[in-house]
């Protein structure tokens, strides 16, 4: 039986014993790939509870880096399963974490699960500058650009990204996902990106459907 509530609960906690404990019993039932994206969710879920109680001064910066490797850990234990590739490419993502923000647990587990489907990822790493999306269109030419960002800054950096690549002459080449906590269907047309997602399991499916 999956008990989300209490991966939920132990994220929040940063219980790394307890966390461990339910993946690894969860992993050794043999689940799913749906089943695992749902306890990702889960998982992301507890990401929220550790933002909310550092906002409000209960949990510090030492914390959050802490959630992190928590859930990169998680994230491990769990690709296994949800990294069952496809070996027939489908289409190729330039996938990288905006100027500004070095935040890529979300960008991680978007990856796995695109790289699952089937899609050859070329990840650019965080902090990255409009130029190097441009450099690397210019190089693989991907089907689609996928941009990620948890900070509010963020947003700012994936417009500065699209304009660059309108500028470079490659708007028309490539279709656009933005993706992150703060992406919203207001910013997706603020940036001129194609769509935009807080659930990297939607953003593979629109991925497929542009590949088609
Ligand atoms: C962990 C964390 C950190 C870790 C990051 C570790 C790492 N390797 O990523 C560390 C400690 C480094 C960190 C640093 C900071 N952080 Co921080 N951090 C968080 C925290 C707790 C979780 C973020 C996270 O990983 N969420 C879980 C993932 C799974 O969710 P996600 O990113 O949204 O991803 C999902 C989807 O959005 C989607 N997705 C994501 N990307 C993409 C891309 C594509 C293409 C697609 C299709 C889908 C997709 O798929 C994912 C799975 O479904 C949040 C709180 C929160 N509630 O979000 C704060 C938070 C984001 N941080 C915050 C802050 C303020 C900071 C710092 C400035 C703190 C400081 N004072 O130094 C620094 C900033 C450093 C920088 N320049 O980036 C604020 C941001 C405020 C704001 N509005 O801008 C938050 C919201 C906390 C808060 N409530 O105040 N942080």
């Excluded at 269907?185 to 990106?193: D, L, N, P, R």
Aim: hydrophobic share 40%.
């Amino acid at each position: 039986m999956l008990q989300l509530t209490e991966i939920t609960k132990a994220v929040g906690q940063l219980d790394e014993e307890k966390l461990n404990q339910l993946l690894e019993s969860f992993v050794s039932g043999g689940p799913t790939e749906e089943e695992a994206q749902v306890v990702v969710n889960a998982c992301q879920q507890g990401m929220a509870i550790v933002g909310e109680l550092f906002e409000s001064g209960e949990y510090f910066v030492g914390d959050l880096i802490f959630a992190g490797e928590l859930l990169t850990q998680s994230m491990e234990m769990l690709k296994p399963v949800i990294g069952r590739g496809k070996s027939v490419k489908v289409g190729k993502i330039v996938l990288g974490t905006v100027e500004g923000d070095l935040h890529d647990i979300g960008k991680n587990i978007f990856r796995s699960m695109a790289e699952a489907a089937g899609f050859e990822v070329y990840d650019l790493g965080i902090d990255q500058k409009p130029s190097a999306y441009v450099d690397k269109i210019k190089e693989v030419r991907p089907d689609v650009i996928g941009m990620s960002g948890v900070l509010t800054l963020a947003l700012e950096s994936m417009r500065k990204t699209v304009d660059e690549i309108c500028k470079a002459g490659m708007r028309d080449k490539v279709k656009i996902i933005i993706g992150g906590n703060p992406v919203t269907a207001e910013a997706c047309m603020q940036i001129g990106a194609d769509a935009f997602t807080t659930n990297a399991a939607d953003g593979v499916k629109i991925c497929q459907a542009w590949v088609k």
